[in-house]
């Protein structure tokens, strides 16, 4: 069965919270094909100047997060079991904007720039996937979701800034189209949502924004496996595995990306957690998520030709 979502007074929010109604129920296997507006709730492009100047859709609050559309409830999905979310397709709008400096941050302060604000105006072209800004940069396009995740199980609102372990606000560049993202169900029927349009993103994505734009197409496919445990966010792209954490360090985040890959590595091969470590250790690449969102984030990195294994079958259906 195919869906479509699409920013609404209903869909549309700015936090997570699990006492939000679902706007749309699905059974698992089902297709979901949303649009959704940038980070920043813009009603069209911003080519500059005071941020309260952008124009904004009418349903953006001052209190409001990220953009996100949803909830979706997976029905039959419980608490403790895993939401695979394969990304069939993650097409931008015609328009994004990066922005730098201009705010107080620990990162702006490092940089020297928290009294420099700038505005990177970017034209897109999805068929070309490429993007070109007011000063003649040009990059490739690799679009993918910031935002793709479920409420934590406390009641209340909780901010969409910070990844957390059920998903969120990763901001992984590696969740492109072909991707299955693998995330711990944390409530009843999921509640998934999504947002935070990425046209392009570097590792890190050390200014604190991306080409944030809209998404003319963003279209999931969803299930719930109970044979596939995760702790926290797993991902399966075209041709490696890749494990996400997320902490108040690097460190902290590292470490977790890093247990949950030697934990797959030993269900996927059946190695000893010492095996594991040796073999991660000259196979396993650890690159950094994100380090501006309060909470930072850390991916380890398995490549199918790293170590002569075999691909592995799809993770977003049933075996």
């Known amino acids: 069965m195919r869906h479509t979502l699409t920013p609404s007074d209903d869909s549309l929010h700015g ?3 699990p006492d939000f109604p679902p706007v749309l129920t699905i059974d698992p296997g089902d297709t979901v094909t949303y649009r959704t507006l940038d980070c920043w709730w813009s009603a069209g492009p911003y080519p500059g100047g005071a941020n309260r100047d952008r124009p904004r859709v009418a349903q953006h609050q001052p209190d409001h997060g990220h953009a996100l559309v949803g909830p979706v409830a997976v029905r039959g999905a419980r608490a403790g079991q895993t939401l695979a979310v394969r990304i069939d397709a993650v097409v931008p709008a015609t328009w994004g904007t990066t922005v730098a400096g201009g705010w107080p941050s620990g990162f ?5 720039v928290q009294e420099q604000p700038v505005v990177h105006a970017w034209t897109l072209d999805p068929a070309t996937m490429t993007g070109r800004n ?8 690799r679009p993918f979701m910031g935002v793709l995740g479920m409420p934590p199980a406390e009641p209340g609102c909780h901010s969409t800034i910070p990844p957390r372990p ?3 606000n990763l901001d992984c560049r590696d969740l492109t189209a072909g991707s299955t993202l693998l995330l711990p169900i944390p409530v009843d029927d999921a509640l998934f949502s999504v947002g935070d349009g990425h046209a392009a993103q570097g590792d890190g994505e050390v200014g604190g924004t991306a080409i944030e734009c809209p998404m003319d197409e963003v279209t999931l496919t969803f299930d719930v496996r109970d044979d596939f445990p995760v702790t926290g966010p ?3 792209t075209a041709d490696a ?5 997320v902490g108040a360090s690097l460190d902290d985040a590292s470490f977790m990306a890093l247990d949950s890959m030697l934990t797959l590595m030993q269900r996927l091969h059946g190695l000893s957690r010492a095996d ?3 073999l991660a250790s000259i196979a396993v690449d650890v690159r950094v998520t994100q380090i501006v969102n309060q909470t930072v984030g850390a991916h380890a990195v398995l490549r199918d030709d790293a170590l002569g294994w075999p691909g592995a079958d799809s993770v ?4």
């Open 241 to 245: 595995w890749l494990t996400l954490g």
């Open 276 to 278: 594991a470590v040796a």
């Open 134 to 141: 007011q000063h003649g940069h040009t990059i490739a396009l």
């Open 108 to 112: 702006n302060q490092r940089y020297g």
């Open 234 to 236: 797993v991902a399966r």
């Open 316 to 319: 977003g259906g049933r075996r």
């Open 15 to 17: 936090h997570f919270s």
């Open 166 to 168: 059920w998903g969120g």
